[in-house]
């Protein structure tokens, strides 16, 4: 845009060079980053309320406060030496270990039929699956209870009491919406490499362990970390199933050490708590890139 001086010389301006100090603020910037600030305050509170009852000395909810007096390990030594916690621990990690790993297999293998399979009762059968899920797992539990029941009277390694049966209980329900969210990812992987592979002879299980469970590496970490986390924070299932202390989990243990004397307790309990949670962490940090890319490339089918 042109416009005359004083001198009659035209000068050109420009709309975009109005300075900076005239451009608009959002008057809603602030009320944003406000309601930011209060959002992670809420969230941050009972981490930070729970750590600092973990490491107070007088160990106790009365005396528990937002800045601890002194720190300690008093604590920690009253857990281990009440308790067997090292044991409940050692339980958590191989039930949830152990059932994430079967579970992701049952549904990888289910996935891979519905996905590249084609056979009567296919759209039926996941249906069913999307329904089943719709009812809460409560609903199984006087079954499960007596299934167990009778079958530790035949085999007493698989019933109940004992970590085997509670693994095989919590894989009873290890397809849903795995099979959903692993076949979506399926579904991204080009079916011509099976045809090729098919062409050169391979099988189904040579197809599916040599080629596809290699492409589909960022799901299989995706689902295994929600089955892993899933299960090592289960509380109903394990507190019907365990009843001997040595072979309880830590979220059925320290529930037990919490209800005998919520008071005397309570900074055990906060201490267990902050020693649980570092299974949990670690996971997220090893594989939060492969969770971030399984999500999104599974949830675009």
Not at 97 to 114: D, W
Request: charged share 10%; proline share 5%.
């Amino acid at each position: 845009m042109t416009a005359p001086a004083d001198n009659g010389t035209a000068v050109t301006t420009h709309a975009f060079d109005a300075p900076p100090s005239a451009k608009k603020r959002d008057p809603w910037s602030i009320v944003r980053y406000l309601a930011l600030a209060a959002a992670l305050v809420f969230a941050l509170f009972p981490i930070w309320f729970i750590v600092a009852a973990a490491v107070n000395p007088a160990g106790n909810l009365n005396t528990t406060q937002l800045l601890p007096d002194g720190f300690g390990t008093g604590n920690y030594a009253e857990l281990t030496s009440a308790r067997p916690f090292w044991s409940w621990y050692k339980n958590t990690l191989i039930i949830a270990g152990f059932g994430s790993i079967f579970a992701v297999f049952i549904g990888v293998c289910a996935a891979y039929a519905f996905s590249r399979l084609r056979f009567a009762g296919r759209r039926p059968g996941l249906m069913t699956l999307l329904l089943i899920q719709m009812f809460p797992s409560l609903l199984t539990f006087v079954a499960l209870f007596r299934i167990f029941t009778d079958l530790g009277d035949v085999i007493p390694q698989f019933g109940l009491n004992t970590s085997i049966g509670l693994i095989l209980a919590y894989l009873g329900g290890a397809m849903g919406g795995n099979v959903w969210l692993l076949k979506g990812y399926f579904d991204t992987v080009p079916k011509e490499l099976d045809e090729a592979a098919k062409v050169d002879g391979a099988s189904h299980a040579r197809i599916f362990f040599s080629m596809t469970l290699p492409l589909i590496t960022p799901i299989l970490v995706t689902v295994g970390m929600i089955q892993f986390i899933g299960l090592f924070n289960e509380f109903l299932l394990a507190s019907v199933f365990l009843k001997d202390v040595e072979a309880q989990t830590l979220g059925v243990g320290l529930n037990a050490l919490l209800t005998a004397d919520r008071n005397k307790y309570f900074g055990a309990f906060c201490m267990g708590a902050v020693l649980a949670s570092a299974p949990i962490v670690l996971v997220y940090l090893s594989f939060q890139r492969q969770l971030i890319g399984g999500l999104t490339a599974g949830s675009v089918k």
